[in-house]
């Protein structure tokens, strides 16, 4: 629903490697504003290449927020983000009509569109024992966990993805009660225009856009940058794809070769659960890479 005021962010959302940071530089050049990101790792200054940060020549381009802004070793949540994307968005409204928004974590965008469900602050010391059960004892441990803990989850959650299942078993754990039970009926209604527009491509070219950059990243030396962070490889901002699995190849439990299908395979795995979570959202109209032009166009229409 439109509001009166006559600022607007623009988000560009969609899965790994759809080529979401060039859409979005051009429309932020055409729009002579600027980018804040909405990804859940490319926040950590530690993180480069296995986050596939902008390079340095886009972020000389257009001047992006939430990029290399925190420390993996602090908790940045989707409740870090909302306040900084609103916050960040107030200041640049004071300059520009319109705000480029960029990413594929859903959560977040969510988020910063709708405001979050309050749920109690979890004691850290819960959080880490349900990291230390996952690290130890697997999916399925977490799957079984939550089918005594949160059943109501365990039915209709994201049960493949293991940080939501963390979430949602430490707050069961810390408060008896099912994470959905938290959710809120009404969203938060923001002051500003919000339009979405979604990135996609085939299936198949998307494969092969994660199998290049994935080989990228190797050739960047992801191994070495990885390796540089095994004494931190506990943190949450590491239980991620790219990380995760170069962890158990240290570990001797894996080759590289097989090390980098891996990768490969949960990369287009991640790319599916994103495709899913975004084609939910009614409220985004879907765009290829090479349309741009009609993406203005069809912002043009409804600011």
Not at 17 to 29: E, F
Not at 165 to 173: S, T
Not at 221 to 242: F, H, I, K, W
């Amino acid at each position: 629903m439109p509001v009166s005021n006559n600022k607007t962010v623009i988000i560009v959302a969609g899965p790994t490697a759809v080529g979401k940071t060039a859409v979005a530089i051009q429309l932020a050049l055409h729009y002579k504003t600027e980018i804040i990101s909405a990804d859940s790792r490319q926040c950590f200054k530690e993180l480069n290449i296995g986050v596939a940060r902008p390079l340095v020549e886009e972020l000389q381009q257009v001047k992006h927020h939430f990029i290399a802004s925190h420390s993996i070793q602090e908790e940045v949540t989707a409740a870090t983000f909302e306040e900084y994307a609103l916050k960040k968005v107030n200041e640049l409204f004071q300059q520009h009509d319109v705000v480029v928004m960029v990413g594929g974590t859903g959560l977040y965008i969510k988020a910063f569109c709708e405001g979050l469900d309050a749920i109690p602050a979890i004691d850290p010391a819960i959080r880490q024992q349900v990291i230390k059960g996952f690290e130890e004892k697997g999916l399925s441990w977490l799957q079984e966990q939550l089918r005594q803990k949160d059943p109501l989850f365990h039915e209709k959650g994201e049960m493949q993805n293991p940080q939501r299942m963390m979430r949602a078993l430490e707050v069961a754990e810390a408060t008896g009660q099912s994470i959905f039970s938290f959710r809120k009926k009404e969203k938060v209604q923001r002051d500003f225009n919000i339009l979405k527009a979604g990135l996609d491509i085939p299936k198949e070219q998307l494969h092969q856009h994660i199998h290049t950059r994935v080989d990228k990243m190797i050739a960047a030396g992801l191994v070495d940058e990885v390796r540089s962070l095994m004494p931190y490889r506990q943190l949450n901002a590491l239980q991620t794809v790219g990380y995760a699995e170069l962890f158990e190849y240290f570990d001797g439990k894996i080759s590289l070769e097989k090390t980098i299908e891996q990768i490969k395979t949960n990369t287009r795995q991640y790319a599916k659960r994103q495709l899913t979570w975004f084609r939910k959202d009614a409220a985004i109209q879907w765009f290829t890479q090479q349309q741009v032009g009609e993406m203005i166009e069809w912002i043009e229409s409804r600011i």
